[in-house]
């Protein structure tokens, strides 16, 4: 399962540098506004030190971490909701994401142009929140629209639809953000069918200096101030920390320069775990001699659907599932031991996957 995040922000905040970071594909990074048109994708690895844990233990041919899809997307505007430097086209690219990854800048720098004359977080982030609630708001107008044609016809789905549709009106005409709302399961499922730009889950990324990447800054507390209600994840990072550890070549280097820092890793590697889990998934292994791999499945998925992601002949013809705790096997050691103290479990359909299960599948078909 490939995740895909989008990376938003007013131009000139860092985005396409941090994409560089998280990504081995190099966009384009200047200083006016407008350098990125077409986005740029670049899919990463998720990193999890309990592969490298699971590779010196089983010593297989090969890993696979699991991936992620991050997609730096231009620059956004004030009127980009109203096609203003070129809005139209970006706005389609952020709703095609599942994430949104919010980078503010939160540093001063006289050599680097802001497009308002000087650094306010709390500004920019509100520019962005409008343009896509005014596109969001765009958005629900016309569903009413459609759906008023087909309650004509007595169709009680739709007149449920309606009525989320006017609340979710009220809350954008409001200025606030769709995922603010407080919604039920059945809810929750309607809205993804709107398609809403501002009910993706958002983290804001505060890119910082490197005096400010530990601590914070007063730029950064006024930010955090004005998300306190949001319920959205904030990460200090800095962009140009980021990519001078990307030119250090070997581990031992990078490991100084993060000494130096006070850091115990690259930020891009927390960026990546914290957008992981604001998708809300997790991740199985699966260990052999030919391979370790890390899969991707929603938190609260099931065996069958577990075994699904790796090929779907595995979830059609599901007959169980031999299930190992990650702790238990590295504390004990092997299978083999996992299995002398009981801990070794066989599952069938109605099994919820946690995090870090050693899985293997039996199936037939």
């Known amino acids: 399962m490939a995740l895909k995040c989008g990376i938003v922000g007013l131009p000139n905040v860092g985005k396409s540098t941090l994409f560089n970071c998280l990504s081995n594909a190099k966009a384009q990074s200047a200083n006016f506004p407008f350098c990125t048109i077409e986005p740029n994708v670049g899919t990463i690895s998720v990193p999890d030190p309990r592969l490298e844990k699971l590779e010196s233990m089983v010593n297989p041919e090969r890993v696979v971490p699991t991936t992620m899809e991050i997609v730096d997307i231009a620059g956004l505007v004030k009127g980009a909701s109203k096609g203003e430097g070129l809005g139209n086209q970006f706005l389609a690219n952020i709703r095609e994401t599942d994430a949104i990854l919010h980078v503010v800048r939160c540093f001063e720098d006289?050599?680097?142009?802001?497009?308002d004359g000087n650094v306010n977080p709390v500004r920019d982030k509100e520019v962005i929140d409008i343009e896509l609630q005014l596109k969001d708001l765009e958005s629900i107008e016309k569903r009413i629209q459609a759906l008023a044609r087909v309650i004509k016809s007595g169709d009680k789905d739709s007149v449920k639809e309606n009525e989320l549709a006017i609340r979710i009106k009220a809350v954008l005409e409001q200025g606030k953000s769709v995922?603010?709302?407080d919604l039920d399961e059945k809810?929750?499922?309607i809205v993804?069918?709107?398609?809403?730009?501002?009910?993706?889950?958002?983290m804001y990324v505060c890119n910082v200096d490197e005096s400010s990447?530990?601590?914070?800054n007063a730029h950064v507390d006024a930010l955090r101030e004005s998300v306190k209600e949001e319920n959205a994840e904030v990460l200090l990072i800095g962009a140009k920390i980021e990519a001078d550890i990307t030119e250090l070549e070997t581990y031992e280097e990078r490991k100084m320069f993060l000494d130096e820092l006070g850091l115990e890793e690259p930020g891009v590697n927390r960026l990546i775990r914290m957008s992981y889990a604001l998708l809300n998934l997790q991740t199985y292994f699966t260990a052999g001699v030919k391979e370790v791999r890390a899969w991707t499945v929603p938190i609260g998925a099931t065996a069958p659907q577990a075994a699904g992601v790796i090929h779907t002949d595995f979830e059609k013809g599901f007959i169980r599932a031999e299930v190992m705790k990650y702790n238990d096997y590295t504390t004990l050691g092997s299978e083999a031991a996992v299995k002398e103290a009981g801990?070794?479990?066989v599952e069938g359909r109605e099994y919820v996957v946690e995090d870090g299960d050693i899985m293997h599948f039996r199936f037939n078909v």
Do not use: A, C, D, W
């Open 213 to 216: 990447v530990l601590t914070g």
């Open 343 to 345: 801990k070794f479990k």
């Open 179 to 181: 995922r603010s709302m």
């Open 192 to 202: 993804k069918k709107f398609q809403l730009i501002t009910s993706k889950p958002v």
């Open 187 to 189: 809810e929750i499922e």
């Open 110 to 115: 006289g050599n680097i142009i802001h497009v």
